[in-house]
């Protein structure tokens, strides 16, 4: 296991104002889905048994990211609530032909930095992920360049420490071990997709954390859009 948050991921140096620890983005939010919190938190108390190794996601935290989104748009606007807000007509009128996506989550299992359950179907997910482009680029926003293929994932832990010691390697083996059989039966869980999130998230390196407040969401389908959140 190694630590999540390394430098090559933080998106602020320790001295950045607190405001450069916070980016716009596209989520996917289970809070409506009881099934996909109580899978998480038979996750969690996998992870609680190794505290020094990983940081288990808070209830309120979970989500799947679809799409990072930069500080800045086009014109050199920040991109705050407001901007979000704006954003939000030309997102839905890209997201009113995709109707809610029927997905499979897991099984849990541990990557290089993170504890994480794969989401699928790969193309019902790829294809969402790039119209939640074509909206925001519509809208005026700047995004990362585009990934070849959508990696559709959530994320239930986050790396906390490299395991530079004989010790530590041994129980990042034995967390792994757990977390992929730990969850049997039951390791994957049905649930759907019917809307997504334009969200300010907020990167927390002190606590290992991302944290996330809820700007507007877009419903999968034909709807109207308003401005409120």
């Given at each position: 296991m190694r630590r999540f948050l390394s430098q090559e991921r933080l998106w602020a140096p320790a001295d950045a104002p607190e405001e450069d620890r916070i980016l716009p983005h596209v989520l996917w939010l289970p809070h409506d889905q009881p099934q996909v919190l109580e899978y998480f938190a038979r996750m969690r108390e996998i992870l609680n048994r190794y505290p020094e190794l990983i940081t288990p996601v808070a209830d309120e935290d979970l989500h799947a990211t679809v799409q990072k989104i930069e500080r800045f748009d086009t014109q050199g606007r920040h991109v705050d609530a407001q901007r979000l807000h704006d954003a939000a007509p030309a997102l839905q009128h890209e997201l009113s032909g995709l109707q809610p996506i029927d997905i499979e989550i897991g099984p849990p299992r541990a990557s290089a930095s993170a504890a994480v359950a794969d989401v699928f179907p790969e193309a019902e997910l790829h294809e969402c992920y790039l119209r939640v482009r074509a909206?925001?680029?519509?809208?005026?926003?700047?995004?990362?360049?585009?990934?070849?293929?959508?990696?559709?994932?959530?994320?239930?832990?986050?790396?906390?420490?490299?395991?530079?010691?004989?010790?530590?390697?041994?129980?990042?083996?034995?967390?792994?071990?757990?977390?992929?059989?730990?969850?049997?039966p039951g390791s994957r869980i049905s649930a759907t997709i019917s809307s997504v999130w334009l969200v300010l998230e907020r990167q927390d390196p002190a606590a290992n954390a991302y944290t996330f407040t809820r700007v507007h969401e877009i419903p999968l389908g034909h709807h109207e859009v308003g401005l409120q959140a």
């Open positions: 909206g925001l680029l519509a809208a005026g926003l700047v995004l990362p360049p585009l990934a070849k293929y959508y990696w559709g994932h959530m994320t239930g832990g986050y790396g906390l420490t490299n395991t530079d010691t004989p010790e530590q390697a041994e129980r990042s083996d034995r967390l792994a071990s757990e977390l992929g059989r730990g969850l049997r």
